[in-house]
Protein backbone atom coordinates (compact mmCIF):
# COMPACT_ATOMS: atom_id res chain seq x y z
CA UNK A 1 0.00 0.00 0.00
CA UNK A 2 3.05 1.89 0.10
CA UNK A 3 5.57 2.90 -2.76
CA UNK A 4 8.29 1.45 -0.82
CA UNK A 5 9.31 -1.25 -2.96
CA UNK A 6 13.26 -1.02 -3.52
CA UNK A 7 16.50 -3.30 -3.89
CA UNK A 8 18.93 -3.06 -0.31
CA UNK A 9 21.91 -1.94 -0.41
CA UNK A 10 24.78 -1.50 2.18
CA UNK A 11 28.15 0.40 1.95
CA UNK A 12 31.26 0.62 3.89
CA UNK A 13 29.83 3.80 5.40
CA UNK A 14 26.34 5.61 5.52
CA UNK A 15 27.18 8.60 2.84
CA UNK A 16 27.77 6.16 -0.52
CA UNK A 17 24.05 5.27 -1.09
CA UNK A 18 22.94 9.00 0.00
CA UNK A 19 23.49 10.18 -3.73
CA UNK A 20 24.05 6.33 -5.35
CA UNK A 21 21.58 4.08 -7.01
CA UNK A 22 21.39 0.95 -7.16
CA UNK A 23 23.66 0.60 -10.61
CA UNK A 24 26.19 2.71 -9.00
CA UNK A 25 25.29 5.78 -10.95
CA UNK A 26 24.92 9.29 -9.13
CA UNK A 27 21.39 9.91 -8.23
CA UNK A 28 19.52 13.22 -6.47
CA UNK A 29 17.08 10.60 -4.45
CA UNK A 30 20.05 8.08 -3.94
CA UNK A 31 18.77 4.20 -1.84
CA UNK A 32 17.79 2.65 0.56
CA UNK A 33 20.56 1.36 2.46
CA UNK A 34 21.05 -0.79 5.62
CA UNK A 35 23.34 0.90 8.54
CA UNK A 36 26.59 0.20 7.54
CA UNK A 37 27.11 -1.26 11.30
CA UNK A 38 24.88 -4.12 10.54
CA UNK A 39 25.14 -7.25 9.30
CA UNK A 40 24.31 -7.97 6.04
CA UNK A 41 21.83 -11.02 6.56
CA UNK A 42 19.50 -9.18 9.19
CA UNK A 43 20.40 -11.28 12.35
CA UNK A 44 20.94 -8.17 14.47
CA UNK A 45 18.16 -7.62 17.18
CA UNK A 46 18.26 -3.69 15.98
CA UNK A 47 18.44 -3.50 11.88
CA UNK A 48 18.07 0.43 10.51
CA UNK A 49 17.56 0.93 7.12
CA UNK A 50 17.63 4.54 5.37
CA UNK A 51 16.41 6.42 2.74
CA UNK A 52 15.63 9.85 1.45
CA UNK A 53 12.49 11.60 1.91
CA UNK A 54 11.42 12.49 -1.30
CA UNK A 55 8.39 15.18 -1.92
CA UNK A 56 6.89 12.67 -4.93
CA UNK A 57 6.43 9.92 -2.18
CA UNK A 58 9.66 8.33 -3.72
CA UNK A 59 12.61 6.27 -1.80
CA UNK A 60 11.25 6.73 1.92
CA UNK A 61 9.07 9.12 0.91
CA UNK A 62 5.92 7.75 2.24
CA UNK A 63 6.79 6.89 5.46
CA UNK A 64 5.08 10.42 6.90
CA UNK A 65 2.12 8.50 6.20
CA UNK A 66 2.13 6.31 8.86
CA UNK A 67 2.03 9.69 11.29
CA UNK A 68 -1.76 9.32 10.33
CA UNK A 69 -3.55 6.91 12.82
CA UNK A 70 -5.94 5.09 10.20
CA UNK A 71 -3.23 5.01 7.97
CA UNK A 72 -1.53 3.23 10.57
CA UNK A 73 -3.49 0.89 11.24
CA UNK A 74 -4.65 -0.36 7.39
CA UNK A 75 -0.90 -0.74 6.75
CA UNK A 76 0.47 -3.23 9.75
CA UNK A 77 2.72 -5.53 7.28
CA UNK A 78 6.04 -5.71 4.54
CA UNK A 79 7.96 -8.07 3.49
CA UNK A 80 11.39 -8.47 3.26
CA UNK A 81 13.57 -10.69 0.50
CA UNK A 82 17.26 -11.30 1.56
CA UNK A 83 19.65 -13.78 1.10
CA UNK A 84 17.30 -16.09 -0.72
CA UNK A 85 15.01 -15.93 1.52
CA UNK A 86 11.61 -14.11 2.64
CA UNK A 87 10.89 -12.61 5.87
CA UNK A 88 7.80 -10.68 6.98
CA UNK A 89 7.34 -7.18 9.15
CA UNK A 90 5.12 -6.39 11.40
CA UNK A 91 4.86 -2.46 12.10
CA UNK A 92 3.88 -1.70 15.39
CA UNK A 93 5.58 1.93 16.25
CA UNK A 94 5.69 4.73 14.71
CA UNK A 95 7.96 8.14 16.19
CA UNK A 96 8.69 11.06 15.28
CA UNK A 97 12.24 11.28 16.69
CA UNK A 98 15.64 13.41 16.68
CA UNK A 99 18.44 12.78 14.18
CA UNK A 100 20.71 12.26 17.52
CA UNK A 101 18.65 9.73 19.21
CA UNK A 102 21.38 7.76 21.37
CA UNK A 103 19.20 5.00 21.35
CA UNK A 104 16.88 4.50 17.88
CA UNK A 105 20.42 5.40 16.30
CA UNK A 106 23.10 3.19 18.43
CA UNK A 107 24.54 1.02 16.86
CA UNK A 108 23.46 -3.42 16.88
CA UNK A 109 22.73 -3.93 20.95
CA UNK A 110 23.77 -7.61 22.32
CA UNK A 111 23.51 -6.95 25.44
CA UNK A 112 19.77 -7.74 26.76
CA UNK A 113 19.33 -4.82 29.16
CA UNK A 114 20.26 -2.38 25.91
CA UNK A 115 17.61 -4.39 23.95
CA UNK A 116 15.19 -4.01 27.06
CA UNK A 117 16.23 -0.18 27.02
CA UNK A 118 15.01 0.32 23.36
CA UNK A 119 11.84 -1.64 23.93
CA UNK A 120 11.09 0.68 26.28
CA UNK A 121 12.01 3.63 24.27
CA UNK A 122 10.64 2.85 21.07
CA UNK A 123 6.65 2.49 23.07
CA UNK A 124 7.45 5.35 25.22
CA UNK A 125 8.17 7.43 21.81
CA UNK A 126 5.50 6.37 19.75
CA UNK A 127 3.59 8.51 18.00
CA UNK A 128 1.32 5.49 17.32
CA UNK A 129 2.30 1.97 18.45
CA UNK A 130 -0.11 -1.19 18.88
CA UNK A 131 0.40 -4.50 20.20
CA UNK A 132 1.52 -6.92 18.20
CA UNK A 133 3.61 -9.22 19.90
CA UNK A 134 6.80 -7.32 19.34
CA UNK A 135 7.73 -7.84 23.57
CA UNK A 136 9.11 -11.62 21.82
CA UNK A 137 10.59 -10.09 18.94
CA UNK A 138 13.92 -10.89 18.31
CA UNK A 139 14.99 -8.88 15.26
CA UNK A 140 13.51 -5.11 14.78
CA UNK A 141 13.70 -3.26 11.53
CA UNK A 142 13.80 0.99 12.02
CA UNK A 143 12.68 2.67 8.58
CA UNK A 144 14.33 6.14 8.96
CA UNK A 145 14.26 9.07 7.12
CA UNK A 146 14.12 12.91 7.35
CA UNK A 147 11.34 14.62 8.58
CA UNK A 148 10.16 18.64 8.00
CA UNK A 149 8.06 18.44 11.23
CA UNK A 150 11.38 19.58 13.11
CA UNK A 151 14.91 20.62 13.28
CA UNK A 152 16.54 16.75 12.92
CA UNK A 153 13.33 15.79 12.66
CA UNK A 154 13.33 11.75 11.29
CA UNK A 155 10.32 9.99 11.08
CA UNK A 156 11.28 5.89 11.83
CA UNK A 157 8.75 3.15 11.87
CA UNK A 158 9.61 0.33 13.63
CA UNK A 159 8.97 -3.25 13.16
CA UNK A 160 9.83 -6.80 13.56
CA UNK A 161 10.86 -10.19 11.26
CA UNK A 162 9.01 -13.16 11.54
CA UNK A 163 9.04 -16.20 9.34
CA UNK A 164 5.61 -15.19 8.36
CA UNK A 165 5.46 -13.40 4.92
CA UNK A 166 2.30 -11.31 3.99
CA UNK A 167 0.23 -11.17 0.90
CA UNK A 168 -0.43 -7.36 -0.74
CA UNK A 169 -3.66 -6.62 -0.10
CA UNK A 170 -3.61 -3.11 -1.80
CA UNK A 171 -2.23 -4.76 -5.41
CA UNK A 172 -4.70 -3.85 -8.23
CA UNK A 173 -5.94 -7.14 -9.61
CA UNK A 174 -4.84 -7.49 -13.19
CA UNK A 175 -8.40 -8.05 -14.83
CA UNK A 176 -8.86 -4.10 -13.24
CA UNK A 177 -5.77 -2.33 -14.69
CA UNK A 178 -6.69 -4.12 -18.25
CA UNK A 179 -10.36 -2.35 -17.31
CA UNK A 180 -8.92 0.89 -16.72
CA UNK A 181 -7.07 0.98 -20.03
CA UNK A 182 -8.86 1.61 -22.94
CA UNK A 183 -9.97 -0.76 -25.59
CA UNK A 184 -8.97 -0.31 -29.29
CA UNK A 185 -12.73 -0.61 -29.46
CA UNK A 186 -13.41 2.40 -27.42
CA UNK A 187 -11.56 4.87 -29.72
CA UNK A 188 -12.51 7.10 -32.57
CA UNK A 189 -13.53 5.64 -35.91
CA UNK A 190 -11.19 7.93 -37.65
CA UNK A 191 -8.69 6.51 -35.35
CA UNK A 192 -9.38 3.46 -37.96
CA UNK A 193 -9.59 4.80 -41.25
CA UNK A 194 -6.50 3.87 -43.53
CA UNK A 195 -4.76 6.33 -45.88
CA UNK A 196 -6.75 5.61 -49.21
CA UNK A 197 -10.27 6.65 -47.20
CA UNK A 198 -8.85 9.67 -45.80
CA UNK A 199 -7.70 10.64 -49.29
CA UNK A 200 -10.81 9.02 -51.16
CA UNK A 201 -13.00 11.47 -48.21
CA UNK A 202 -10.86 14.47 -49.50
CA UNK A 203 -11.75 13.77 -52.72
CA UNK A 204 -15.82 13.67 -52.63
CA UNK A 205 -15.61 16.53 -50.25
CA UNK A 206 -13.56 18.53 -53.40
CA UNK A 207 -16.44 17.26 -55.61
CA UNK A 208 -18.86 18.03 -53.47
CA UNK A 209 -18.19 22.05 -52.96
CA UNK A 210 -17.63 21.99 -57.06
CA UNK A 211 -20.63 20.93 -57.82
CA UNK A 212 -22.13 22.89 -55.10
CA UNK A 213 -20.23 25.81 -56.94
CA UNK A 214 -21.51 25.42 -60.28
CA UNK A 215 -25.10 24.95 -59.29
CA UNK A 216 -25.04 28.36 -57.24
CA UNK A 217 -23.17 29.55 -60.19
CA UNK A 218 -26.27 28.46 -62.73
CA UNK A 219 -28.81 29.89 -61.07
CA UNK A 220 -26.99 33.40 -60.99
CA UNK A 221 -27.32 33.55 -64.69
CA UNK A 222 -30.66 32.54 -64.54
Known sequence: GTGIDYPLLQGEDNWIYL?????????????????ARNTP????????L???HMADGAMFGDLEKFADADFFDSHPHGNLFVDGKDYGVTFYAYILADAYDELLYAGPMTAPEEQDALRAHISESARNFRSAGQENAEHLLLLSTCSSDQTNGRSVLVGFLSETTYPDDFAVPEKTQSAARPKPAARK???????????LLLVLVLLGAVIAYRTVQKNRRN
Open 41 to 48: DFSDFNSI
Open 50 to 52: HGH
Open 189 to 199: AHARLPLWCWL
Open 19 to 35: NTDATGSYSLSGSIYLD
